[in-house]
């Protein structure tokens, strides 16, 4: 398996249309929603019906995830009573690639017809009254991996030079997750997510920083949610919270324990998004 290297900058707008091209080549007209599932939230997939998938290997310009729990797969089919577009896996800066790179399945399905996302991730908690298990609908969030998938020459095709920020998760969609949370009995916490690049999880030193800024910490969906805004789609945030930070030295957290929460709290995660989609 080889990762494509990103062309350059000035033939970006054509990967991109190429990708778009191969997903509509290989699956026809794609939904209007996208899911993207984070660490240990690929059992959405398996919930879905009529579905067709196509591993991202056999997708032009697709970069396949190295990361265990990322199946690496685009699937669509119907979920909540609706046809959606899933990707399971995506691929994360601490992989090594460029940021522009990680975005691209994601502004590839946008050009091809995606007005709707619906991005998802395991994360820590640093509000201390969250829970490994539970849910947190992502309200904003605040980029520390100092990478922006905008940087270099814009695609004026694509969106503006400097997009405005001021609502990255569209209020309607958020108003929709709380009703939705609140009907099927699901408890949603509601918070600022900090991405930052991993693969190391957090010290002791910057848990105790990072408390007073934000609720969750991860190392992916921002360049998603920029991309994405910037290409004009409306996005939703949802976090799996799969650890919590105690300001100890000693307590060690680990991709398996991550995992395996992601798995635990994954019925509640289908419900809430399925229960969305009915309603989108
Ligand atoms: N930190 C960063 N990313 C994560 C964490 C965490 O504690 N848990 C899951 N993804």
Avoid: W
Wanted: aromatic share 4%; net charge negative.
């Amino acid at each position: 398996m080889t990762t494509p290297a990103l062309d350059p900058q000035d033939a970006h707008l054509a990967t991109i249309r190429e990708s778009a091209k191969a997903v509509e080549e290989r699956f026809g007209k794609i939904p209007d929603t996208l899911v993207v599932a984070g660490s240990g939230l690929g059992a959405f997939a398996e919930r879905m019906t009529k579905t067709t998938a196509a591993s991202y290997d056999d997708l032009k310009n697709f970069p396949q995830s190295t990361v265990v729990g990322h199946a690496g797969k685009l699937i669509v089919g119907e979920a909540g009573g609706r046809r959606i577009v899933l990707m399971s896996g995506r691929k994360h800066v601490y992989e090594g690639v460029d940021v522009r790179l990680t975005v691209l399945p994601l502004r590839a399905l946008i050009a091809a017809g995606v007005k709707t996302v619906i991005l998802s991730n395991a994360a820590g908690a640093l509000n201390r009254t969250f829970q490994p298990g539970d849910l947190m609908l992502i309200n904003d969030h605040i980029n520390m991996q100092f990478r922006n998938p905008l940087m270099g020459p814009n695609l004026d095709e694509l969106g503006p030079r400097f997009p405005d920020m001021c609502t990255p998760y569209n209020s309607e969609l958020l108003e929709l997750a709380r009703d939705t949370a609140r009907r099927e009995g699901i408890r949603l916490h509601e918070g600022v997510y900090l991405a930052l690049t991993g693969p190391t999880y957090e010290t002791p030193a910057e848990v105790q920083m990072f408390r007073g800024i934000a609720d969750a910490v991860g190392m992916s969906t921002v360049p998603e949610n920029t991309a994405a805004v910037h290409a004009g789609a409306r996005v939703l945030g949802i976090s799996a919270i799969t650890n919590s930070h105690v300001l100890k030295t000693g307590v060690v957290t680990t991709h398996e324990e991550v995992m395996d929460i992601g798995r635990h709290v994954s019925d509640e995660f289908c419900r809430l998004v399925e229960g969305i989609i009915a309603r989108l």
